[in-house]
């Protein structure tokens, strides 16, 4: 009884939305009316309502798939997967085109196509049963997520690359070896010298740069001191001849 009421309230949206596209050719009433037929099992007026409105609009990847899946229930394979494939270049994720395409490759024995339009599926909806089922049946391993591999940097060597890690690695060694060299430490770093007087005392403390410092003044103050004896000399050589000259009559 309730099959019957269904059959007729189908019947009814059919002419209904025939009626309407008859009314209207250019519109896209097709794509509700091609619908209805493939509730009702009327396939192939399915088809030829697609095909045409395709012939309006070459582009409407609605109805491409639709198409392409009328066919698919039509048992035209060949045709099916031409359509579909056209499809999914113009709409690379349509979930629809992709899940009977991947029937059909799995009957034609495509294996890795079949994986690839299933793959398309789970990253879209990772929980999609049917193309869970699909991979599995196909015996395709679930791939664990990885970590994210170290960044590389090029080296000055051509071709040579080294992870960004191991050169932080490299530089904090070359750090730490080059603050224990005192030749590269700072004033403030560099380790204090300590003497011992024959006595056996010790003498007192001062720092590399201390006595770098002492050197560099000691010297300054023994040029200062040779240019005032030079000065006094000179002076000494003009004032001669004014005390030893006689006096004038």
Same mark, same amino acid.
């Given at each position: 009884?309730?099959?019957?009421?269904?059959?007729?309230?189908?019947?009814?949206?059919?002419?209904?939305?025939?009626?309407?596209?008859?009314?209207?050719?250019?519109?896209?009433?097709?794509?509700?009316?091609?619908?209805?037929?493939?509730?009702?099992?009327? +396939?192939?007026?399915?088809?030829?309502?697609?095909?045409?409105?395709?012939?309006?609009?070459?582009?409407?990847?609605?109805?491409?798939? =639709?198409?392409?899946?009328?066919?698919?229930?039509?048992?035209?394979?060949?045709?099916?997967?031409?359509?579909?494939?056209?499809?999914?270049?113009?709409?690379?994720?349509?979930?629809? !085109? @992709?899940?009977?395409?991947?029937?059909?490759? %799995?009957?034609?024995?495509?294996?890795? =196509?079949?994986?690839?339009?299933?793959?398309?599926?789970?990253?879209?909806?990772?929980?999609?049963?049917?193309?869970?089922?699909?991979?599995?049946?196909?015996?395709?391993?679930?791939?664990?997520?990885?970590?994210?591999?170290?960044?590389?940097?090029?080296?000055?060597?051509?071709?040579?690359?080294?992870?960004?890690?191991?050169?932080?690695?490299?530089?904090?060694?070359?750090?730490?070896?080059?603050?224990?060299?005192?030749?590269?430490?700072?004033?403030?770093?560099?380790?204090?010298? %300590?003497?011992?007087?024959?006595?056996?005392?010790? !003498?007192?403390?001062?720092? %590399?740069?201390?006595?770098?410092?002492?050197? @560099?003044?000691? !010297?300054?103050?023994?040029?200062?001191?040779? +240019?005032?004896?030079?000065?006094?000399?000179?002076?000494?050589?003009?004032?001669?001849?004014?005390?030893?000259?006689?006096?004038?009559?």
């Amino acid at each position: 009884m309730a099959s019957g009421s269904n059959n007729a309230g189908n019947a009814a949206e059919i002419d209904r939305l025939a009626l309407a596209l008859a009314k209207e050719p250019g519109s896209k009433a097709f794509i509700p009316l091609a619908e209805e037929y493939g509730k009702a099992g009327m +396939w192939e007026e399915a088809a030829a309502v697609l095909e045409d409105g395709l012939k309006t609009y070459p582009s409407f990847i609605t109805a491409m798939v =639709a198409l392409g899946r009328t066919y698919d229930q039509m048992n035209q394979p060949v045709k099916a997967k031409a359509i579909l494939e056209e499809a999914v270049k113009m709409s690379p994720e349509n979930l629809r !085109a @992709h899940r009977t395409l991947a029937k059909i490759y %799995v009957a034609q024995g495509a294996k890795d =196509a079949a994986l690839r339009s299933c793959n398309v599926i789970l990253a879209v909806n990772p929980q999609d049963q049917e193309a869970l089922s699909l991979r599995e049946t196909l015996g395709s391993p679930v791939v664990p997520a990885t970590a994210v591999p170290p960044k590389l940097l090029r080296t000055k060597q051509p071709g040579k690359l080294v992870s960004e890690s191991s050169v932080r690695s490299v530089e904090t060694v070359q750090s730490s070896t080059a603050k224990s060299d005192p030749a590269t430490l700072d004033a403030e770093e560099r380790p204090t010298t %300590v003497t011992q007087s024959s006595q056996g005392d010790l !003498a007192p403390i001062t720092s %590399v740069a201390d006595s770098t410092v002492d050197e @560099h003044r000691s !010297a300054t103050v023994t040029q200062l001191e040779q +240019w005032l004896t030079s000065i006094q000399a000179r002076r000494r050589d003009r004032e001669r001849p004014t005390e030893s000259r006689p006096p004038t009559s």
